[in-house]
Structure formats: C-alpha cells, structure tokens
C-alpha cells in the first residue's frame, strides 16, 4: 500500500473539527473523500474536495451508503457519550467496512484511554467502540489523541490570552500534556491509514514533547512575543460554559476528562509515548511555539485600533 496512490476513504465524523481536519488533508494530497451529515448543506463547513451524503450514524443503510466503493476509512465518533448509541454506531461503521471489503479503518478515539477501567463514559464508550471495531475483524488502527492545541485558539481562550496574556485551561498545572494539533492528527491518521504493517496496533499520538502548564505558557510566551502565565482552571466552571454552548449532556461528558484528569489518578495519561507513535508513524510534530506564531489570534483582540 503505497501513500501514492489514491485512496477512496470514507471520513465519518467530518462536519467535526477533528474529522475535517482529517478530511482536509486527505483531499488535499488528492485522495477522494466521502462523508456523512445530519447538517443541511448550508451548514456545511467548507471541506474542498469531500463528497457530503446526508444520512445519520445511527440507520445502517446510510452507513453501507457511505462506505460504498470506498478502499479506506477514518472514523471519529460524534459527541455522544451514551452506551448504546455509540455501540451501535460503532457496530454499524464495522458491517459496513466489512460488507465495502474495506483495506484499513483508522479509529480516532478522541482522547487517551486510561488502562483500567474508569466511570467516566469519555474513556468508556470509546473503549466500547474500539472492542467493537476490534472483535468485528475489519483491518482496525486506533490512533489516541492527548489534548488538542486547537481547543487554546478559540472564544474562551483567546480574548484572556491576546489582551492579559493568561492561558486558562481545565487540566492540572502539573499535568505533563504532549499538546497536538488538528493537523498533527491529521498528519498521524494519513499514516496510519496508509503505512504497512499496522493491523491491530494502538498509538497514543501526541506533539513533539509534553508540557507542564508553566512550560505551555512559556511556549506561548515564545510564539506570541509576549509573557503568559498559565492558570488552572476548575473543570467544573469549564463544564458550566461548556453547557451553554453544548447543553448539559454533551458538557459533561466532554469534561468528565478533566474531572479525571483533576483527580490526579493517572497523571501522565496525556503524556508522551516514548517516542513509539512518532517513529513507526514517521511523524515530525512541529514545536508548539511554532504552531501559536502560525494562528491569527489578533481575532481575539478587544483592541480595535489599527496597528502601527
């Protein structure tokens, strides 16, 4: 299997930002694209390239539909926490990729998973998902992500960040973080879909090194120009603004990791992974200073003067 010749990948997941990051890249190295949307076509972020199906996760029809005459497949679940749902979603994804004879289906799982088990239905359900995926017997790579750099470019952040130069984020100060960004994710899935060899194994990606919070706002400081001092933020007032935006649900399963990760049980779970992932993947994850200078964060600016 060669990087070079074009790939028919079914993206589930690629209205997200996670799955368009992915879908991107793909279409950008000239692989064809298919995706599945609940969203009107008004509602579509702009992914060049990528063929949209309307159709759900849920009805296996849709599912056979998407993977229809594709050779390979990226899936990132949606933001759905319940047990069933995502069982069923992930038991509709393998029919499909078993019955389209898919060559490789890359399972993004979202976040690390603990080894043991958890209650948080973060870990869980994606654990679920994998065993299904797995047990199903389609040619399966899962790729686990630590925390995304891209979650620091956004309304929350950026205003504090630009104007006071502080980096508020729900996770320990002291919490060693490989900080990745959508594109290094989408960097690691077009390896893992198109590397030999990789059947069956499990890579917790991250950036090119882990950071304390001290040595993230550093690496801000450095990317921005400016001093950054990083603050710890309580994962139960970043679940409260998270509701308004996403409804109590889905909030509280986004930060049921940062419960976790604020109860100090395993505190390197976002950590590095010894280098495995970087070498067999190939990865070359650029310094996060570098990532900060690259993003037009004078969005975030209340200051609307002209600048000289």
Same mark, same amino acid.
């Given at each position: 299997?060669?990087?070079?010749?074009?790939?028919?990948?079914?993206?589930?997941?690629?209205?997200?930002?996670?799955?368009?990051?992915?879908?991107?890249?793909?279409?950008?190295?000239?692989?064809?694209?298919?995706?599945?949307? +609940?969203?009107?076509?008004?509602?579509?972020?702009? &992914?060049?390239? $990528?063929?949209?199906?309307?159709?759900? &996760?849920?009805?296996?029809?849709?599912?056979?539909? &998407?993977?229809?005459?594709?050779?390979?497949?990226?899936?990132?679940?949606?933001?759905?926490?319940?047990?069933?749902?995502? /069982? =069923?979603?992930?038991?509709?994804?393998?029919?499909? =990729?078993?019955?389209?004879?898919?060559?490789?289906?890359?399972?993004?799982?979202?976040? #690390?998973?603990?080894?043991?088990?958890?209650?948080?239905?973060?870990?869980?359900?994606? #654990?679920?998902?994998?065993?299904? &995926?797995?047990?199903?017997?389609?040619?399966?790579?899962?790729? #686990?992500?630590?925390?995304?750099?891209?979650?620091?470019?956004?309304? !929350?952040?950026?205003?504090?960040?630009?104007?006071?130069?502080?980096?508020?984020?729900?996770?320990?100060?002291?919490?060693?973080? =490989?900080? @990745?960004?959508? +594109?290094?994710?989408? *960097?690691?899935?077009?390896?893992?879909?198109?590397?030999?060899?990789? /059947?069956?194994?499990?890579?917790?990606?991250?950036?090119?090194?882990?950071?304390?919070?001290?040595?993230?706002?550093?690496?801000?400081?450095?990317?921005?120009?400016?001093?950054? +001092?990083?603050?710890?933020?309580?994962?139960?007032?970043?679940?409260?603004?998270? $509701?308004?935006? @996403?409804?109590?649900?889905? $909030?509280?399963?986004?930060?049921?990791?940062?419960?976790?990760?604020?109860?100090?049980?395993?505190?390197?779970?976002?950590?590095?992974?010894?280098?495995?992932?970087?070498?067999?993947?190939?990865? *070359?994850?650029?310094?996060?200073?570098?990532?900060?200078?690259?993003?037009? !964060?004078?969005? !975030?600016?209340?200051?609307?003067?002209?600048?000289?």
């Amino acid at each position: 299997m060669s990087s070079e010749i074009p790939m028919r990948v079914a993206v589930v997941g690629a209205s997200g930002f996670q799955g368009g990051a992915v879908a991107r890249l793909l279409a950008e190295r000239r692989h064809r694209v298919r995706t599945l949307t +609940r969203r009107p076509s008004a509602d579509r972020p702009p &992914l060049p390239g $990528a063929f949209f199906l309307s159709g759900d &996760l849920g009805r296996p029809a849709d599912v056979r539909q &998407l993977f229809e005459d594709t050779t390979h497949a990226f899936v990132t679940m949606p933001l759905v926490y319940e047990t069933e749902r995502v /069982e =069923a979603y992930a038991r509709n994804v393998a029919e499909a =990729a078993l019955e389209a004879g898919t060559e490789r289906v890359v399972f993004n799982s979202n976040t #690390r998973i603990p080894l043991g088990p958890t209650d948080v239905p973060a870990f869980e359900t994606r #654990r679920l998902a994998e065993r299904v &995926l797995r047990d199903s017997g389609v040619p399966l790579v899962v790729i #686990r992500p630590p925390v995304y750099l891209d979650n620091l470019f956004s309304p !929350w952040n950026g205003p504090a960040l630009v104007d006071e130069g502080v980096l508020a984020y729900p996770l320990p100060a002291s919490a060693r973080t =490989a900080w @990745l960004s959508h +594109r290094g994710l989408a *960097e690691a899935a077009h390896a893992a879909l198109t590397r030999e060899g990789l /059947e069956g194994r499990t890579f917790d990606i991250g950036g090119e090194r882990s950071l304390t919070g001290g040595e993230l706002a550093a690496a801000f400081g450095r990317g921005l120009g400016r001093a950054v +001092r990083y603050e710890e933020l309580d994962p139960a007032a970043f679940e409260r603004g998270l $509701a308004q935006l @996403l409804g109590p649900e889905t $909030a509280a399963g986004v930060a049921g990791i940062y419960h976790f990760m604020a109860s100090g049980a395993d505190p390197l779970l976002m950590a590095d992974d010894d280098g495995v992932s970087t070498e067999v993947l190939a990865l *070359e994850p650029p310094p996060v200073e570098e990532w900060v200078a690259r993003q037009p !964060w004078q969005v !975030w600016s209340s200051d609307t003067s002209p600048s000289h």
